[in-house]
Structure formats: structure tokens, C-alpha cells
């Protein structure tokens, strides 16, 4: 397919021969471990406003490999980049920019370390990822998490899913500087085959609604943008809800958080803000909550029309409250959502690039890719890529 999102699928089969390749030793002691890539059907950026969110982790994974040493060395390879990294279980872990993804493991070390998990012994790891890097899929997440576990499993620490996706999100605060919300690594750490799942990021309770589409699929188009939420505006658009949550707050308006408040109860309290940038902050956070809660109705029904409709007031919301979109995805989800067989389209993720989904009728899938491709590659100057997408498991051992 024109245009593909990722470069060609790895068979994680393959994974082993090449482990004993780079490593030598025995081919029965490594285990593998996969890691999925996620969308977010609707709920963008409140996750760390209290918000609700709607993710579904997705059939593209990254696959770790992974075996206990007899000394205290720990070796990186991945199978895509070449390149190894070598450190010591014993090291105090800093993140250093020349370590590359590097930085993402030691960070998740670093945390493992903190919580008293005591490592015997090194370990070595071969990697190989079909998720996109910096795609807006959660690639970071993906590789944490797998990763995470790949660790716990091998020595025992025996940590549940849930805590592997607290241990993800302390590693992005505590040692990558991003002050990410949960919900990447709660997906990917406890996502289920043929359901998405309702997060109550205050809580973490969630709950496992059926993704039941019946003849339409979720597409994944991805902008070819790459961005890092380091980079980007991210950490801004936070700082401006928590500025927002202070002064209502200072205002007697009794919230934890931005998402408590209706968007009834918003409109009657939004006069204590006076910041016309802030005021559209905080209103994207309240209306997107409800949109979820919708959103899980909507599926509830199998009125797929009506979630193609939030979709859209999502990406429009996104676009003109938040302003994380851009050209780029701005010109896939508005062209998404002109094409015959689309229900409905959003950009999905931090935005800054990344990738946005779109609801569409199986039978029309190639027309449709075929025909936003010609318009983004005419308005942007390079191809997107595009795939259609099933729901996946959570972090899990991967059985030869």
C-alpha cells in the first residue's frame, strides 16, 4: 500500500535466531514480550485534567526479548537501529541525551529501582518495534511498558498491570521531564482484544465497553510529522489548565480538577477567568469529557453515526480551543471527514503531528486512502500513511 505507516511488518519469530546471533548462548532462555500501540477513540488531552478518555489498544506491537545474564552488564540492541548500548545494573541512572531510546529503559530502571526491586544479575535485550515512532500511537508508552514488563516477569517482581502503567508514567515525569497524563501506558498495560475502555483518569477506574463496529474500521492515518511532547507545546497547554483550575478554585468553585465541572456548571463559572486563551483551554477539557461519556453511549447503542459526529466536534475543538493540530492533521481529518463511507475523524494523541483516525466503511477503506492521500500530498508535499486497524491485547508474553 502507498503511503504505509510503518516500514515492513517484523516477524517477531524472527526475534530469537537473531538474539543468539548478536548474543550467542542459549536460544530456550530468552523470552519475548509484546507491547501495543493504542488509539484513543476520544478524550484528547484530559487525561491529566480528570478527565475521561476512550482509548483501545490496537494491533500493531513492539516486541522486547529479553534474558537474565550472568554478570551485571545490561545490553541494549534493537533489530531497526543499529547501535548498542551498555550499562551496568549497579549504575545510578541519568538520562543522557545521547542515549537515545536508551534513556526510556533506564528510566523505567531507575523507577524499578526506587520502588526497592533489587536486581541479581544483568540482563540483554533485542528489540524490534511495528509501531511508529513519534506517530501519535504512543510508541514511548508502547516501549515502557513492554519493557516494564518484560522486567518484572524476568526477575519476579511480579508488579500488576496497573502499577506497570504508574511506573511508565513515573518514568516520563521523573526522568524524561514530561508531565504526561496515564492514559498511554494504562491502555497499553491493560488493554483487551475486541474492547476499548473507559478511564477515569482521577481514579483509574475503568471499565471494558465492547468495540463492536460491525461492517466499519477504525483507519490510521499518520501525518509522516514526527514530534516529541518533549518538544512540543505540551507541557504549556498544561501549565494553562492547572492555571485555570487555580483560579477557580480561588474563586470558591470547590474542583480537584477541570473535568468535574458539566459544561453546565462551566458556563456558570467561567466569568472568573478573564484570559480569552485560557477561557478556550479549559472549555475544550469540559466539553471533550462530555463528548466521552457520549461517545460511550453513542457505541453502547451501535449508533456509530452519532460517534462519527463527536469525532468531528472533537478534532474541531482540538483545532480551534486547544490548537494542537496543524496543517498537517488538520488537512487529513477535515479531508477524512468529506469522503463517502466516513462516519466521522479526529487526530488522536498529543497532536503536533502524530497520526489522526477515522471511522469508515470496510468497502470504502481503499477509495477513501486513496483519496486523502492525493489531497494531502498535493496541500503538504510528502505522502501520509494509512492502515486499518483491529483492537489488540495489553503488555503479554508472546508464545512461539
Not at 334 to 349: D, F, I, N, V, Y
Request: charged residues 25%.
Amino acid at each position: 500500500m502507498a503511503g504505509s505507516l510503518t516500514s515492513k511488518e517484523y516477524d517477531p519469530k524472527e526475534l530469537i535466531p537473531e538474539f543468539v546471533k548478536i548474543y550467542g548462548g542459549n536460544a530456550a532462555d530468552i523470552k519475548i514480550y509484546s507491547s501495543p500501540a493504542r488509539i484513543n477513540i476520544i478524550g484528547e488531552h484530559i487525561d491529566y485534567n480528570g478527565g475521561k478518555v476512550f482509548p483501545a489498544a490496537i494491533n500493531r506491537y513492539l516486541y522486547v526479548a529479553i534474558r537474565k545474564r550472568n554478570d551485571s552488564k545490561i545490553v541494549y540492541n534493537d533489530v531497526r537501529f543499529p547501535g548498542t548500548f551498555e550499562f551496568d545494573i549497579n549504575d545510578d541512572f541519568k538520562f543522557d541525551k545521547k542515549n537515545d531510546y536508551a534513556n526510556y529503559l533506564n528510566g523505567i530502571l531507575s523507577q524499578l529501582k526506587a520502588k526497592g526491586c533489587l536486581f541479581p544479575c544483568g540482563f540483554e535485550i533485542l528489540m524490534v518495534s511495528n509501531v511508529p515512532a513519534g506517530g501519535g500511537i504512543s510508541s514511548s508508552s508502547a516501549l515502557e511498558c513492554g519493557f516494564a514488563f518484560a522486567v518484572s516477569e524476568t526477575f519476579g517482581f511480579n508488579l500488576s498491570r496497573v502499577e506497570i502503567a504508574k511506573l511508565g508514567q513515573m518514568s516520563e515525569h521523573n526522568f524524561m521531564g514530561v508531565n504526561c497524563g496515564i492514559m498511554d501506558q494504562f491502555i497499553i498495560a491493560t488493554g483487551k482484544k475486541n474492547y476499548a475502555e473507559k478511564l477515569d483518569c482521577a481514579t483509574l477506574e475503568y471499565e471494558y465497553a465492547p468495540l463492536e463496529l460491525g461492517d466499519y474500521r477504525f483507519v490510521v492515518m499518520n501525518t509522516n510529522k514526527v514530534r516529541k511532547l518533549s518538544d512540543s507545546k505540551y507541557n504549556e497547554r498544561r501549565s494553562q489548565c492547572e492555571t485555570v483550575l487555580a483560579t477557580l478554585q480561588k474563586n470558591g468553585v470547590k474542583i480537584n480538577a477541570l473535568c468535574e465541572l458539566s459544561p453546565a456548571k462551566w458556563e456558570e463559572v467561567k466569568g472568573f477567568v478573564s484570559d480569552e486563551i485560557l477561557l478556550k483551554r479549559a472549555k475544550h477539557c469540559v466539553y471533550e469529557n462530555q463528548r466521552v461519556l457520549d461517545a460511550v453511549s453513542a457505541l453502547k447503542n451501535g449508533d456509530l453515526v452519532s460517534l462519527g459526529k463527536l469525532l468531528n466536534a472533537s478534532h474541531k475543538s482540538l483545532k480551534e480551543d486547544y490548537e494542537v493540530t496543524g496543517i498537517e492533521l488538520d488537512t487529513l481529518a477535515e479531508t477524512a471527514q468529506k469522503q463517502e463511507g466516513c462516519l466521522g475523524s479526529r487526530m488522536t494523541g498529543a497532536g503536533f503531528g502524530g497520526c489522526a483516525i477515522a471511522l469508515v466503511h470496510k468497502d470504502k477503506i481503499d477509495s477513501f486512502i486513496e483519496n486523502v492521500q492525493k489531497t494531502y500530498s498535493g496541500v503538504i508535499g510528502y505522502e501520509a500513511g494509512f492502515f486499518a486497524c483491529e483492537t489488540g491485547d495489553g503488555v503479554s508474553e508472546y508464545k512461539l
